[in-house]
């Protein structure tokens, strides 16, 4: 039996026009959504969820095109862009019954999360992004012979047809490389949960690629207009993140506060995966978010 989030409820809700999304609700109070990063699913936050759901109304999708939710076809290049998932978001926590509600995703779902602030400022009432830059920011800092560790991000930027069967052939060990080589502690991603990453990716390759292109392409065009245009995230923003600057030569610190009014950056030395590795810590912060 593949796992789950203790005591909460597996829903499925449709977001957008033959789009459903896989979601785990639990706990009461104000609304929280947390949201996964690659390669995993809405599990790994299977034990922040269950801390903040003491005092909490906690929504933890699948985003589309991940997991159990709908993986639709992306004929133009746009239906797995951020602003695409940042609706379903929305979308999703009004299903729910919530207009407000605070966001808190991790790599992926981070890049979600930043869209959805400036998107929907007034659904979105704080933001939390776990180990990740904005797009533009993220590009930028690829360069060199450092740039390596991002294969898979050009890799994935490529054309339709060759990424996709090139890791169609390879999943588990596709997928199980990043696995392996970002979990500080190996033992955080146990092996039942791991299995049920691995099954959830090799039957969302072509999403997953999708996701990836998108960040190469119409969310690129998306983050560069709200940078010409001024926009920022207005609501409390916290950012949890690794030393990655140290290696590829950038200040995460400034580089958020361009796109953030009220920022607290973090720098964490709790893994990629550090919702899975360190969850008491990240609950923490998002507490100390929340109350901002």
């Not at 890791?167 to 997928?175: E, P, W």
């Amino acid at each position: 039996m593949a796992p789950t989030i203790p005591d909460f409820a597996q829903r499925r809700v449709e977001v957008a026009e033959d789009v459903t999304l896989n979601v785990a609700v639990g706990g009461s109070g104000s609304p929280v959504v947390l949201l996964h990063g690659f390669p995993q699913t809405h599990l790994m936050w299977r034990h922040v969820a269950a801390d903040l759901a003491a005092d909490h109304t906690v929504i933890c999708p699948d985003l589309r095109g991940y997991g159990a939710s709908d993986k639709p076809a992306d004929p133009d290049g746009t239906a797995y862009g951020k602003r695409m998932m940042a609706a379903d978001t929305v979308a999703l926590a009004r299903a729910l019954g919530h207009e407000r509600f605070a966001l808190a995703g991790h790599d992926r779902g981070a890049l979600v999360a930043f869209r959805a602030g400036l998107d929907h400022p007034t659904a979105v009432t704080h933001v939390a992004c776990l180990d990740v830059l904005p797009t533009l920011d993220m590009w930028a800092a690829m360069h060199g012979t450092s740039a390596a560790v991002g294969f898979h991000l050009y890799l994935m930027a490529q054309p339709p047809g060759l990424p996709e069967q090139m890791i169609a052939g390879a999943s588990d060990a596709f997928f199980g490389h990043f696995l392996d080589a970002w979990a500080a502690d190996p033992a955080a991603v146990p092996a039942d949960v791991r299995a049920s990453y691995l099954d959830a990716c090799r039957a969302a390759v072509p999403s997953i690629v999708a996701d990836y292109r998108a960040s190469a392409g119409i969310d690129v065009v998306h983050d560069q207009a709200d940078r010409d245009a001024g926009n920022r995230l207005r609501m409390p923003v916290s950012v949890l993140q690794q030393d990655w600057g140290a290696a590829l030569g950038y200040d995460a610190r400034a580089l958020w506060s361009a796109w953030a009014d009220d920022l607290v950056h973090t720098t964490v030395d709790w893994g990629h995966f550090m919702a899975e590795q360190a969850p008491a810590e990240v609950a923490a912060a998002l507490r100390d978010l929340l109350a901002r």
